[in-house]
C-alpha cells in the first residue's frame, strides 16, 4: 500500500464514477498498467500506465459512488496526488432527445452547470445557476480534432465486432457553449431534463457529475476535460444494452484525442 503523499506524479489523470466505466481502457493491455493500489488513509484506487508509444505517464481512479460529492472528493484526491497536466472524465451520460441527442452520440461539454442550486424562500425554490468551463485550450482543440471520419473509425473499430451498438457513426456534440447539466438525480423522466434547460438553451446531456469535477479542477489550477456518451434519453426506459459500446466509445475519443495531442506536441511530458 503507498499512501497519496507517496504517489509520483504523472502526466495525465483519467476519473469516471464507476468502476464499470473504466473497464474499457484498464483492459487495454498496451497501456503496461499496475495493479490496482489502494491509499489507505484516502481510500483512492488507481492503477498507472503508460500511454502507448509515448512516455506520458497516465493514472486511472474511480469515484467509490455516483453524484457529484463523490465526484469532487475524488477530483480532489486525484489532483492532489498526481499533481496532473491534464485531468479527463470519461464515461456515459443522458442525452436532451428534443435537440436531436441520440443514443450512442458523444457529448465534450464547453461548460457545465448544476440546475438544481439555489434557495428556499416563501415556499418556493430560488434557483441559483453554478457554471464551470472546461479548459478553453483543450475545448478548441477537440472541436477540430472529432471529425466525421475519426467518428467512423471508432464506431466501426474491430475491437468491437459483435457488440451491440446504434447503426450509424457518433455525432459529436462539441460546438462552443455547449454544456452539460449536472445534479445529483438519476434522471428518468423528462420533465427533469426540461427544468434544467431552463437554464441553458444549448444544454446537450444530463448526469451527475461534471460540474463537481470542474469547479474541482478550477479550484485547483488544472486542466480538465469532459468526454462521455449517451446511454439513454433520460427516460423511464433506461437500460444498460448499450453500457459497453457508449463505454468504449468515450474511451476510445479520450485516447485518440491524447495521443494526437501528444504527436502535435499540444501535451508534453511535465
Not at 468502476?19 to 498507472?48: G, M, V
Not at 427533469?192 to 446537450?204: I, P, S, Y
Request: glycine share 6%; proline share 3%; hydrophobic share 40%.
Amino acid at each position: 500500500m503507498t499512501s497519496m503523499s507517496d504517489c509520483v506524479p504523472v502526466d495525465i489523470v483519467v476519473i469516471s464514477a464507476l468502476k464499470s466505466e473504466l473497464d474499457y481502457l484498464l483492459d487495454r493491455e498496451d497501456f503496461n498498467w499496475s495493479k490496482f493500489e489502494d491509499d489507505p488513509i484516502s481510500s483512492l484506487q488507481y492503477k498507472i500506465g503508460t500511454l502507448p508509444e509515448t512516455d506520458i505517464t497516465i493514472a486511472a481512479a474511480y469515484a467509490r459512488g455516483m453524484g457529484l460529492t463523490d465526484s469532487a472528493i475524488l477530483t480532489t484526491q486525484a489532483i492532489t496526488a498526481f499533481k496532473p497536466e491534464l485531468l479527463g472524465m470519461i464515461g456515459i451520460c443522458a442525452g436532451r432527445e428534443d435537440k436531436g441527442v441520440n443514443i450512442g452520440d458523444l457529448i465534450i461539454p464547453d461548460k457545465a452547470y448544476h440546475y438544481r442550486f439555489g434557495s428556499f424562500k416563501n415556499g418556493k425554490i430560488e434557483k441559483e445557476q453554478k457554471v464551470e468551463q472546461i479548459n478553453q485550450k483543450y475545448s478548441q482543440y477537440m472541436r477540430s480534432f472529432f471529425t466525421e471520419e475519426i467518428m467512423g473509425e471508432i464506431h466501426t473499430n474491430k475491437k468491437i465486432k459483435g457488440t451491440l451498438k446504434p447503426d450509424r457513426n457518433p455525432k459529436v456534440w462539441n460546438e462552443q457553449d455547449m454544456a452539460m447539466g449536472s445534479s445529483d438525480f438519476v434522471v428518468k423522466d423528462v420533465t427533469l431534463v426540461e427544468e434544467a434547460a431552463e437554464w441553458e438553451r444549448k444544454l446537450v446531456g444530463i448526469e451527475m457529475e461534471s460540474y463537481a469535477v470542474l469547479r474541482t479542477a478550477n479550484l485547483l489550477n488544472t486542466k480538465a476535460i469532459i468526454i462521455k456518451a449517451v446511454i439513454d434519453l433520460a427516460d423511464p426506459h433506461k437500460n444498460d444494452s448499450y453500457f459497453y459500446y457508449t463505454t468504449y466509445l468515450a474511451t476510445e475519443a479520450f485516447i485518440r484525442f491524447l495521443t494526437d495531442t501528444v504527436q502535435q506536441g499540444y501535451l508534453k511530458k511535465k
